[in-house]
């Protein structure tokens, strides 16, 4: 019972350097989105998606893209790494139905220097 | 606008004393659903109560109960008979449409022995 698995767990990028981080879910959720945890803040939401071939802007889209070819994969892709962009990044997935809890990866903590 | 406000960076409480921590929040849907995470040192999220906007009782879990007020849009999370293991970051959320969930900045609750 894997839920939701994120990789890498820990990355170092150089400003202007892209990467991608990987997210993958076994629980066949619809729902997915993927949120960044700034030091002693709460999390904000960058992207998410709804189904294969559906994803939308949250509140912090700027310097990031997604896409979503199957229900399982929903990867974040940062171009042009800022050190803005320094952060824990937390992948989760829901059923699509109701207001259920979200089920979360065990993040990323990204430093971009 | 902030959706979910948690106006206490930092709670102390004795062990096996209860404690409150405080979450207010801001919506004019009729249907959402409060949520409750814990996220300790090592980082990960995890999930503790729950309350829907409908619910007539309050939510409990084991040590956990959420004290759910309508009419002054709050949803209190207590931890009665707090233990050494309950030190960790609290955050209060809230869904309103199925597509999101969004986080409070948080409270640091540590537990005295």
């Known amino acids: 019972n894997a839920g939701v698995t994120q990789t890498p767990k820990f990355r170092i990028l150089k400003i202007g350097q892209s990467m991608t981080l990987q997210c993958t879910q076994d629980?066949?959720?619809?729902?997915m989105y993927w949120y960044r945890q700034d030091p002693g803040m709460g999390l904000k939401l960058i992207y998410y998606?709804?189904?294969?071939?559906?994803?939308d802007k949250g509140e912090v889209p700027n310097g990031y893209n997604v896409s979503r070819s199957t229900t399982e994969d929903f990867p974040l892709r940062l171009e042009l790494a800022a050190p803005s962009q320094t952060s824990v990044y937390f992948c989760?997935?829901?059923?699509?139905?109701?207001?259920?809890?979200?089920?979360f990866g065990s993040g990323t903590q990204l430093s971009v220097l | 606008a902030q959706k979910i406000t948690q106006t206490q960076p930092g709670m102390f409480v004795q062990e096996k004393e209860a404690v409150t921590l405080d979450c207010t929040y801001d919506?004019?849907?009729?249907?959402?659903?409060l949520f409750w995470y814990k996220q300790p040192s090592s980082g990960e999220m995890i999930f503790l109560i729950y309350?829907?906007?409908?619910?007539?009782q309050n939510a409990t879990e084991g040590r956990y109960s959420l004290n759910f007020q309508k009419a002054r849009k709050s949803a209190n999370l207590v931890i009665s008979a707090s233990q050494l293991g309950d030190s960790a970051m609290y955050f209060c959320?809230?869904?309103?449409?199925?597509?999101?969930?969004?986080f409070g900045a948080g409270t640091r609750l540590t537990v005295k022995p």
């Open positions: 959320a809230m869904r309103e449409g199925i597509n999101d969930m969004r």
């Open positions: 998606s709804v189904g294969a071939g559906i994803t």
């Open positions: 629980m066949n959720h619809n729902y």
């Open positions: 919506t004019s849907d009729p249907s959402y659903g």
């Open positions: 989760a997935s829901s059923p699509g139905t109701g207001y259920g809890k979200l089920f």
């Open positions: 309350q829907g906007s409908y619910d007539q």
